[in-house]
């Protein structure tokens, strides 16, 4: 309801107006996007012909970091820390050299498993919010998918949190959606933006008459 003032006084404050998230432009989605508000032609399979993507998640990006340098580590092992071990421990035996070539191909294969296992399980593991429901995609080695989802009718409760240096550097922390009933509560871990997520979520519980 627009509000009347007599003999209004300059000021030369702004005010600023909450745009509604899905008034918002669409967001192009990259290969690699861990968060995008309206997101352009993103869908999944339960999705209503009325639903449409307000939000897309994924954990931050910089959650890779210690994974990808592990896997750096054991990429170089073989030919830069192996070798020094060797010459720092004596073994009383020879190694014959086709059982190093099978070695070194095995730990290749394994470190190969080791960074394809830790992408998977960051790039398929997906948090969507639609203007109907909050979705919960956990993909486990492309073997297993669990699929959670709560109404936004039935959200009771949500909040987020930030822990440690990077978090707070790179702002990303957990959000947690409590839900009534017998819907189980869910949890989006190391999203980017969590304010914005909780903010949103809210506005859009709200707008349809939830319980927050």
Do not use: C
Not at 75 to 95: D, E, G, K, M, R
Not at 143 to 149: A, I, M
Not at 179 to 208: C, D, M, Q, W, Y
């Amino acid at each position: 309801m627009p509000t009347i003032f007599e003999a209004p006084a300059k000021s030369n404050k702004t005010v600023n107006t909450p745009v509604a998230p899905s008034s918002m432009p669409p967001s192009k989605m990259r290969p690699f996007t861990a968060f995008a508000v309206n997101p352009d032609g993103v869908r999944f399979e339960t999705q209503e012909a009325s639903e449409d993507v307000i939000l897309f998640l994924r954990q931050h990006i910089i959650v890779n970091v210690p994974w990808i340098i592990v896997t750096l580590i054991l990429i170089s092992a073989p030919t830069i820390i192996f070798p020094i071990l060797f010459q720092l421990v004596h073994l009383p035996f020879a190694i014959p050299a086709g059982y190093l070539i099978v070695g070194v191909l095995f730990w290749y294969v394994a470190t190969f498993g080791y960074a394809l296992a830790n992408f998977i399980a960051w790039f398929f593991n997906i948090y969507i919010v639609t203007n109907e429901r909050v979705v919960d995609i956990n993909f486990i080695y492309l073997l297993y998918k669990q699929f959670s989802q709560a109404e936004l009718s039935k959200i009771q409760d949500i909040s987020y949190a930030t822990g440690g240096i990077f978090a707070t550097v790179f702002d990303y922390g957990n959000v947690t959606i409590e839900t009534a009933g017998e819907v189980p509560n869910l949890t989006f871990e190391k999203v980017p933006h969590p304010e914005k997520v909780v903010e949103t979520i809210r506005s859009l519980t709200e707008k349809g008459g939830g319980g927050i």
